[in-house]
């Protein structure tokens, strides 16, 4: 049996997550769908089954949703244009107003006028209620449908005209709110070009970035942005990584080096092979794992979508308690009739429900502009609790490859010491041996390399051959006798590494090396202990005198040295009294990643295995991205906090005004609509934090 077709296409019009869920409703009512899923967080929709764009907007029509092709961009109305019911509503009501003035609240006139500006500004209103009330779905349209219909029984005409504008007003806002929200994933999304120039065959041409393949040869000119993953075959340029890494300074690319989809080739004519196809791009995977990041429920977004569904109801008794009970003992039914209708405008959910998605997507979508890929609402709220976090050593903390670092000669021959050395060492794959050549070609490039013969390698101990008749040694100070203990001993103590080079009769020099810590990551660690993080870990494979070396270097509060990889896995399995966060490569600390509170992977630019595995992927291999991340969170945290706090005060602040009887129906709605406003600006907040 063949597979249904499945449709992603993107949504304009959106404007709340009760609208969202009635829409997903009526889309899995067509004949041919056989599911459908809206992601209100990211204004798409994915339908499974036989269904047109007509079919799909039809219905929306409750709320004028346009349905567009996920690979197309949408064309931006202007706001008169997309809100035009609302002007004509509130034009219509001034003028009401006006007659009431000059008629008299006794003539028919001011009536007509507001019964016309309530039913245009809320005919999709009206339209979404009645459907809603059918089928016995009571959301925030329903509730708002019942209040203006009531109002309009009970003779409230202009009550009912303010409370339909302010709501259309208010979900205009909303809208344009969430649109902000969205607009760092949707910035991303414009970066990739959607074409790209192609020499296939011998010939160039034009392509659509869908049509290339792998192994096509890309040409981008100097000032254009680069269409696809790839390895440059030809040329030299700075390539502006930003959108990936997060980087703002160009990066350096030649013959070899790899070059990514969405980043911006500055001054070079590059020739690309072509490495991954359009889906399969580094930016194309950011972009999908950002937009499943910001659907991912966090623990108190799940706590409010159970705590709304039991709210509404009760809302709904409440209204009905406070429209019947004091008239039954002598109050007004026109009054409390009112009193109840105000009570359920006053209780929409809206804001409750919107309070945390909307810092969700804010908060994701700016981590994502500056290069941290956080996969999820639960691991942003998890960052926020961390109260420890271990580090692996080599290139996480350090630059990942051993550095000269200091040079001492037992001889005066210094020429001689160089040559002897540079002359081993030029035959060795060790990676001190490439360190030293490094270091030796860098400082000492008219200094001859000795010629050597008889060259082989002792295991365990370094190198020898013969120059000029005499053998030489370069190796560990074990490898010689009379090594100067004290001398040796300061550099071990700062964590290097010696190799001493020599003959049989006199020592010639040593050279101590180390991993040098990256310049960052003192501050870093500063950082994250000024935000509280109490305990910081270094776990390296390392000897324990070069970790205790370096964690006093960097001021870490612990270091856990000759561990294995299971070993890290145990560390981490066994850490109580608080959340551990663990900050590795993705690749080789795999185990001690999955199994922490929170797994950081550093350095993931184009790492297929460490977007996979890691929570939280730090695409620069900048660590500086650490405490922002931290600070992220934790903002985003108390934005949450915050936002329910709003949400829940104001409504019940405006529900207190019916025990005096105060509370009116516009009150009611200027309630609701601010309280939505609030919570809604108040999470744009972190679109700011940098």
Known sequence: MSAEPHQTYRLNGISCANCAQTFENNVKDINGVEDANVHFATSKIEVVGEASIADIEKAGSFENIKVIRENTEPEKEPFWVRHDTILLAALLLVFGIVANIVFGSSHYLPNVLYGLSALIGGLSLFKAGLINLTKFRFDMKTLMTIAVLGAAITGEWREAAVVVILFAISEALESYSMDKARSSIHSLMKLSPNKARIRRNGSEQTLAVEDIIVGDTMLVKPGERIA??????????????????????????????????????????????VTKKAEDTTIAKIIHMVEEAQEERAPAQAFIDRFAAYYTPAIMVIAALVAVIPPLIGGSWGTWVYQGLAVLVVGCPC???????????????????????????????????????????????????????????????????????????????????KAIMTYMNDTHQTIPKADVQSFHTVHGKGIQGEINGETVYAGSPDFFKNVPADQIKDYQKAGKTVMVCGTDDELLMAVALRDEPRTESKSVIQKLHALGIKQTYMLTGDHQQTAEALKNDLKLTDVKANLLPEDKLSFIKTQENG????????????????????????????????????????????LDKLPYTVKLSRKALGIIKQNIGFAIGIKILALLLVIPGWLTLWIAIFADMGATLLVTLNALRLMKIK
């Not at 990514?260 to 590059?270: E, P, V, Y």
């Not at 290139?395 to 001492?408: I, M, R, S």
């Not at 630019?605 to 291999?621: R, Y």
Request: aromatic residues 4%; negative net charge; hydrophobic residues 40%.
């Open 579 to 622: 959340k551990i966060a663990m900050i590795g490569d993705g690749i080789n600390d795999t185990p001690a990643l999955a199994a922490s509170d929170v797994g950081i992977a550093m350095g993931s630019a184009g790492t297929d295995s460490a977007l996979g595995t890691a929570d939280v992927a730090l695409m620069g291999d900048d």
């Open 228 to 273: 696809m993953d790839g390895t440059i075959i030809t040329g030299f340029s700075s390539i502006n990584q930003a959108s990936i890494t997060g980087e703002s300074i160009p990066a350096e690319k030649t013959d070899g080096d790899d070059v990514f989809a969405g980043t911006i080739n500055q001054d070079g004519f590059l020739e690309i092979e």
């Open 351 to 433: 804001a409750l429900v919107v309070s945390t998605p909307v810092a969700i997507v804010t908060a994701i979508g700016n981590a994502a502009r500056n290069g941290v890929l956080i996969k999820g609402g639960i691991h942003l709220e998890q960052i926020g609790a961390i109260n420890k976090m271990a580090f692996d050593k080599t290139g996480t903390l350090t630059k990942g490859t051993p550095q000269v670092t200091d040079v001492h000669f037992f001889t005066d021959q210094r020429d001689r010491a160089l040559s002897c050395l540079k002359g081993l060492e030029a035959n060795s794959n060790h990676p001190l041996a």
